[in-house]
């Protein structure tokens, strides 16, 4: 990714920039990072680029041209996603980073002084974005803040000492407290059940603390996953055996877009994968989505079948749709490509000949690998493992 950043100052975010894990990634090139002096593009030869502010009003402005010339340079007349770091723009959240990672370049533009004139923002900026209800004095440390947010969800950039995905936030649930060694310090043991070596039972207790440390101390998140577990609540015994759709319901940042007594509709805000799923023991009858958000890649069904389908997914090679139903069992091996292939070919048939693609239900063991695989839970061995590990958490549960 490319990412540049409009400064006053470019020393200071250069400093972030090429330190730790950032600093790696620069370094391999997994990030192409410029820090550009706005001081550069200046009309005059003192490298003046602010003024008084017309109408009165403490401290200088930062003048539109120099800024202009800059963005120019910089985006070569392209249409590139320009964030303005402002107190006033909305909130930086980590759906917006997920967002911000899928772009091939991002300009940062950074004010300092009282702010840059407002014409300029009009013409380059796409987004507007704050880092939190406090002010500071300029916009390069919150820029830094973004570029590290949204760096760490690049692949490459995380090495294999940390993942991005199953951290805080990733499911609406703040982190549970890890302990290292020694197993007594200052007289506090740590929590017994971290010795047995038991995975059901530690999964049970990480996600017990960290529901009691959301509810405590973030009421708003733990709101947002209530609602996925009382979604989950919801479902049949059957239907919960729907790995992907629950998984999506009880991990990951979803939004409901519809809801009835007999079938949900929810968008992943995290894989741009769109849900609908059945909340009954038999297969529903839904009417297909309207107006789909241009962001959805994939529908998914769980135990639902469409009365018409009038905007052609489940006719389109390109789209995909995937209906799903059993859950993995532990135990299968995983051969990528060839598994893959098989089953977007016989998918794919399925759908274009319109033979009840709804209905395409796995019924080997290989075919569910198959469709995980598709669904990327299974990205290498290590990830097949995790997935394992959390697949008996649900199994616990059900
Ligand atoms: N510039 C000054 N304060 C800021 C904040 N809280 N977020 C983003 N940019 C800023």
Redesign the pocket.
């Known amino acids: 990714m490319k990412c540049t950043v409009l400064t006053l100052f470019p020393e200071m975010v250069e400093n972030i920039a090429y330190t730790s894990i950032l600093g790696r990634a620069v370094k391999n090139g997994v990030i192409d990072f410029h820090a550009v002096q706005i001081r550069d593009y200046a009309d005059n030869d003192r490298g003046q680029i602010d003024d008084y502010t017309y109408g009165g009003g403490a401290g200088l402005m930062i003048q539109a041209e120099p800024v202009f010339r800059a963005h120019q340079d910089v985006s070569g007349g392209k249409k590139v996603r320009t964030v303005f770091?402002?107190?006033s723009?909305i909130p930086?959240t980590q759906s917006l980073a997920r967002e911000l990672a899928k772009e091939e370049e991002l300009i940062f533009l950074c004010?300092h002084y009282e702010g840059i004139d407002e014409r300029v923002l009009e013409e380059v900026v796409t987004d507007r974005?704050?880092?939190?209800?406090?002010?500071?004095?300029?916009?390069e440390l919150?820029a830094m803040v973004m570029i590290d947010a949204v760096s760490r969800l690049i692949p490459g950039v995380l090495g294999n000492e940390t993942s991005a995905d199953i951290e805080s936030f990733h499911r609406n649930l703040l982190e549970y407290p890890q302990f290292t060694r020694p197993e007594v310090w200052h007289d506090k043991a740590i929590p017994e059940v971290l010795l047995t070596g038991d995975h059901r039972k530690i999964e049970a207790w990480r996600t017990e603390h960290a529901e009691a440390r959301t509810r405590q101390y973030r009421p708003d998140l733990f709101e947002k996953y209530q609602e996925g577990c009382a979604l989950y609540s919801r479902l049949t015994r059957k239907k919960r055996r729907n790995m992907p759709a629950t998984e999506a319901m009880r991990l990951h940042d979803i939004r409901v877009l519809s809801r009835d007594e007999n079938a949900v509709c929810f968008l992943d805000l995290e894989e741009d994968v769109l849900y609908l799923c059945g909340l009954k023991e038999e297969t529903e009858t839904v009417d297909f989505p309207e107006n789909l958000p241009d962001s959805v890649k994939e529908i998914r069904g769980c135990g639902v079948r469409f009365s018409e389908d009038p905007q052609g997914w489940t006719k389109s090679r390109e789209r995909l749709f995937v209906f799903t139903e059993k859950s993995p069992l532990s135990g299968a091996t995983y051969e990528k490509d060839l598994l893959k292939k098989n089953y977007m070919d016989r998918t794919n048939a399925k759908v274009m000949a319109f033979e009840t693609p709804w209905e395409g239900v796995p019924d080997s063991e290989r075919d569910i690998i198959d469709v995980l695989q598709l669904l990327r839970y299974y990205e290498s061995d290590r990830e097949m493992f995790r997935y394992q590990k959390k697949s008996l958490a649900f199994q616990d549960a059900l």
């Open positions: 770091l402002t107190p723009g930086f004010g974005v704050s880092i939190g209800d406090y002010v500071l004095t300029g916009g919150p």
